[in-house]
């Protein structure tokens, strides 16, 4: 069977911060250079599909999602009350979910179809889990950086998209931080005065 591309979209500022230091449940991006929630970093994201189309198209048309503990909530630990993302009843994915965690937790089904799966064997382990549920289709490692970095540093992301928001933040969460050096292909780039689109295939 056919593998679909395993792709990562991750939203960065200039100097390459997905998130600011001190986030919380307050403040989901913490220090990010606007209200804590991506209200700057992620401006490209509010002024929706019509500015945005073909981006928000290949962002929600994988079949499977992978993502970080962090990334899904600001519950540490064990899991000691009943969070189910920051998306409200009804996420914005309607497939699987992985979410990497050190801590069990049964499988959280959501409306619209996502279902939230907690693994906590590692990053290849939610691979595997995640190639089962797509078939053919397309796998999304959707974030944080921290995440993206593990699957970049495993040689298993195929395709990345970077979201440049026109600002610098000076510290916090980083892209690239441990990953060794990587070969591009440049498949595209796109500017607004709100962001560029730039669209790699990462060379094995």
């Not at 307050?26 to 700057?40: H, I, Q, S, Y």
């Not at 179809?113 to 397309?138: P, Q, Y």
């Not at 595209?188 to 990462?202: F, G, M």
Request: with cysteine; aromatic share 10%.
């Amino acid at each position: 069977m056919t593998q679909g591309l395993v792709t990562c979209d991750l939203t960065i500022t200039v100097d390459g911060y997905a998130a600011g230091h001190g986030q919380s449940e307050e403040r989901p991006f913490g220090d990010d250079g606007g209200d804590g929630w991506g209200d700057r970093l992620h401006a490209w994201y509010g002024e929706g599909r019509d500015e945005h189309p073909a981006e928000f198209h290949r962002m929600l048309t994988a079949k499977a999602f992978i993502m970080g503990r962090n990334m899904f909530g600001p519950v540490r630990g064990a899991w000691d009350r009943p969070w189910t993302g920051w998306w409200g009843d009804e996420p914005p994915y309607h497939a699987p979910v992985f979410v990497l965690t050190h801590h069990p937790r049964d499988p959280q089904p959501m409306a619209g179809g996502t279902t939230f799966h907690f693994v906590t064997d590692g990053i290849e382990a939610a691979m595997d889990r995640a190639r089962e549920a797509a078939g053919d289709g397309g796998i999304s490692v959707h974030g944080g950086a921290t995440t993206v970095n593990q699957y970049l540093a495993a040689g298993l992301i195929d395709e990345l998209r970077l979201h440049v928001s026109p600002y610098t933040l000076g510290a916090g969460v980083r892209l690239f931080d441990g990953v060794p050096a990587l070969s591009l292909d440049q498949l595209d780039a796109r500017s607004t005065p709100s962001v560029t689109h730039l669209r790699y295939r990462v060379r094995r």
